[in-house]
Nanobody
């Protein structure tokens, strides 16, 4: 059974940094498109960043230059380093895995078409 468990959320002031982790179990994340998504109550879920099996990354325009997605295949873990945080980054952050025959993350993946989801970790940025 595939499981994704996020950790690392919390409260931080504007301009601060947070590192989120996602531990995967039941499968090897090295064979999936992996991504971080976020959602604020009342708003649509937003794709934040994805990383394919080759290590290629994509970011939402709103986080480019501030967030970095990475993974450690040996630890079967995914990470999101978030720097220069802004109040608008406040959201529930979700880790997700998508099946990909090519190994790349498709537009469908980036738009939320993932197969497995964690339960989320809350990040709150105070001004």
């Amino acid at each position: 059974q595939v499981q994704l468990v996020e950790s690392g959320g919390g409260s931080v002031q504007t301009g601060g940094s947070v590192r989120l982790s996602c531990a995967a179990a039941g499968y090897s994340l090295s064979t999936y498109c992996m991504g971080w998504f976020r959602q604020v109550p009342g708003k649509e879920r937003e794709g934040v960043a994805t990383i394919n099996i080759y290590g290629g990354t994509r970011y939402a325009d709103s986080v480019k230059g501030r967030f970095t997605i990475s993974k450690d295949n040996a630890k079967n873990s995914l990470y999101l380093q978030m720097n220069s945080l802004k109040p608008e980054d406040t959201a529930m952050y979700y880790c997700a895995a998508g099946i990909s025959g090519s190994g790349y993350c498709s537009n469908a993946h980036i738009q939320g078409g993932m197969n497995y989801w964690g339960k989320g970790t809350l990040v709150t940025i105070s001004s």
